[in-house]
């Protein structure tokens, strides 16, 4: 009798944890944030006009360039290269797979710089990006309106 209450209480078990880990991973796929290699996601002639529009006679390693990929076709870049950042921060772009850039920005590097928002304009998710300012963080959201990204608000963010 003491195994049959057992076998219930593990199959209870599983269940549960299958179930809460098919939610995770539903909440995962709805909002990606998996940067790939770039050489996965874009064609070579497309990643060297890429490199090529954000650098200035600088060799960017294409192996250390990362990829985000959003719906409609947009590639979030994040060339990965010490020679695309200074003071203010570093390269990062998006382009259509067609090769039109759409947002271009310098930004200072950090865990979860960005995160796909759950709002979307024109098909395309809005981006959230946090950047340190002194002591606070501001969060900037970007949509895609027309044919490019653009900022559309921004929210300081004091620590906790």
Request: proline share 9%.
């Given at each position: 009798m003491k195994i049959v209450k057992h076998q219930k209480l593990l199959i209870l078990s599983l269940s549960g944890l299958l179930a809460v880990g098919g939610l995770m991973m539903n909440a995962i796929s709805k909002f990606p944030t998996n940067w790939i290699p770039a050489q996965r996601a874009i064609s070579q002639g497309l990643l060297t006009k890429i490199m090529s529009e954000n650098s200035t006679g600088v060799d960017i390693d294409p192996e250390a360039t990362k990829v985000l990929k959003l719906k409609g076709g947009i590639k979030l870049i994040d060339f990965n290269s010490p020679d695309l950042c200074g003071r203010a921060g570093c390269v990062y772009a998006a382009y259509t797979k067609e090769g039109s850039r759409k947002l271009h920005l310098i930004l200072q590097p950090q865990p979860d710089l960005f995160t796909i928002s759950q709002e979307s304009r024109n098909g395309i998710p809005c981006l959230e990006i946090k950047q340190?300012?002194?002591?606070?963080?501001i969060q900037h959201t970007y949509c895609y309106?027309?044919?490019?990204?653009?900022?559309?608000?921004?929210?300081?963010?004091?620590?906790?």
């Open positions: 340190p300012s002194g002591d606070k963080t309106e027309g044919d490019k990204f653009i900022k559309t608000f921004s929210e300081v963010n004091n620590p906790s």
